[in-house]
Nanobody, 130 residues
Framework: VNIVESGGGLVQAGGSLRLSCAAF????????IAWFREAPGKEREGVSC????????YYADSVKDRFTISRDNAKNTTDLQMDSLKPEDTAVYYC????????????????????????WGQGTQVTVSP
């Protein structure tokens, strides 16, 4: 399994960025696809997640109504559209394939802590300036 993220960068507060994730060597619809982030000095946290078979989604309260997750099962890709960015969104963002049929805060917290079962990308830096 190989997961590759792209799209990070530097943006001013209030701006937008779109992160993309491509997965290789997997049957994409079988997995939940999630985005996590890790800021300096903080624990890795779940941002958003989508279930392959149902398309249902989860968003952390901190990003709800600002971020939108989408996936294309035919292309094995997922995107995270991030609007109205804030300085506190600054972090390394990771795409992950989760072996689960449930996307919620609890599952994402466990996955962030245990790093599995599933697979992770290498991360992409997002920096939001004031």
């Amino acid at each position: 399994v190989n997961i590759v993220e792209s799209g990070g960068g530097l943006v001013q507060a209030g701006g937008s960025l779109r992160l993309s994730c491509a997965a290789f060597g997997v049957t994409f619809p079988d997995y939940a696809i999630a985005w996590f982030r890790e800021a300096p000095g903080k624990e890795r946290e779940g941002v958003s997640c989508t279930i392959g078979s149902t398309g249902s989604t989860y968003y952390a309260d901190s990003v709800k109504d600002r971020f939108t997750i989408s996936r294309d099962n035919a292309k094995n890709t997922t995107d995270l559209q991030m609007d109205s960015l804030k300085p506190e969104d600054t972090a390394v963002y990771y795409c992950a394939l989760m072996v689960t049929t449930i996307c919620d805060e609890s599952n994402m917290a466990v996955f962030a802590l245990t790093r599995g079962p599933g697979a992770w990308g290498q991360g992409t830096q997002v920096t939001v300036s004031p």
